[in-house]
């Protein structure tokens, strides 16, 4: 593992103190996330650089399941728990459910759009994609939802960085991809995005769209300044979503989706308050079965809602899908029958874990 330091910003306070260090992948999406972290903490009048660092993962040709799923987080929290970094930027999606007593998420910034995006040949939506349509995509959540739709799809496995995806399209190996929007926007390339899908399509992975800043947790006065990127609604909706995915035990490659959302609501009186939406799945990855839940409650009780969402959904029978998931391959007949592939072929759940 390497580390190399990127160019500090300029800080205009005067302060002397050594620029906090921000640990990060190298591909253009985390430099670019990361970026956005370095810049608010200078416009603060906090000095600070990134620091990328380099794993196996990165320099590996393997699938996902076969290096590790986490094998990137994990790198970037060995150097946040050696001292080598002092904040770590992970795409929250890509953090395990359970909660690592050395660190805080310190910051929640605000949250991309967090809905799934097609990019498709000739500028067709969704709809419009003929039956038999080779649509590749690297999350086995998407791959269930867009066979639960019935519309005859070919889902194949996609793997690589967002342009390598993007090629596949542009050179006519694919007619569609469908990754995060985030991502795209992210890095100023919504132009090739030829639908949005709506939550009722698609519910994208618990947090996707938004960003965790890690710190060790003996830093007051880091986690502090930290905290001051801290958007609560943002919190809310992602405390909300991961407490749901915890309490099914599952973890990021599983078939779930949940989207949480603070929207303002009116009581009797006429009183404006906010309110805690939270819609969630669990889909069979043949798309036989989808099974969908929704709650509404108070954004400071988000993780018990998250939770209790959860338990609906293992009482409608959650808990046999995800249990069957990893044996399970498209059923003799399916749409997509010949390149389908069972959970395993699906490793990568977004383009932060993958650089090549």
Not at 239 to 249: N, Q
């Amino acid at each position: 593992m390497t580390t190399t330091v990127q160019e500090e910003g300029t800080v205009t306070t005067g302060s002397t103190r050594a620029p906090w260090r921000i640990g990060t992948r190298g591909s253009l999406l985390a430099l670019t996330q990361a970026g956005t972290i370095r810049d608010a903490l200078i416009a603060a009048g906090q000095p600070a650089e990134l620091v990328v660092i380099k794993t196996a993962g990165d320099l590996s040709a393997a699938p996902v399941q076969q290096i590790g799923v986490g094998v990137f987080t994990s790198a970037l929290r060995d150097e946040l728990a050696s001292g080598d970094i002092d904040v770590a930027v992970h795409s929250y999606k890509d953090l395990p459910t359970a909660q690592d007593p050395r660190f805080v998420i310190a910051a929640i910034p605000p949250r991309e759009d967090p809905r799934d995006a097609l990019v498709a040949r000739d500028g067709l939506v969704l709809g419009e994609l003929p039956a038999g349509a080779r649509v590749g995509t690297s999350a086995p959540r998407r791959a269930a939802q867009l066979r639960a739709l019935g519309l005859g799809l070919d889902i194949v496995p996609l793997r690589g960085n967002i342009d390598t995806r993007l090629r596949q399209v542009s050179e006519g190996a694919l007619d569609a991809i469908v990754l995060a929007r985030a991502g795209l926007s992210r890095i100023g390339r919504t132009e090739v995005i030829t639908e949005s899908l709506e939550p009722v399509q698609m519910l994208p992975a618990p947090s996707q769209g938004a960003l965790a800043i890690e710190c060790r947790a003996d830093q007051p006065e880091l986690i502090e300044i930290l905290s001051g990127l801290d958007d609560a609604a943002t919190r809310a909706a992602v405390v909300a979503e991961r407490a749901l995915l915890g309490e099914l035990e599952a973890g990021c490659t599983a078939p779930i989706g949940a989207l949480a959302e603070v929207v303002e609501s009116i009581d009797e009186e006429g009183h404006i308050f906010d309110e805690l939406s939270l819609r969630a799945c669990a889909a069979a990855i043949d798309g036989s079965d989808v099974l969908r839940a929704s709650i509404v409650g108070k954004p400071n009780e988000a993780a018990e809602l998250g939770r209790a969402l959860a338990r609906e959904l293992l009482d409608l029978g959650a808990r046999a899908l995800l249990s069957a998931v990893e044996e399970q391959e498209p059923s003799e007949g399916s749409p997509s029958r010949a390149v389908n592939a069972p959970i395993t072929d699906f490793p990568d759940t977004s383009p932060m874990e993958n650089n090549r």
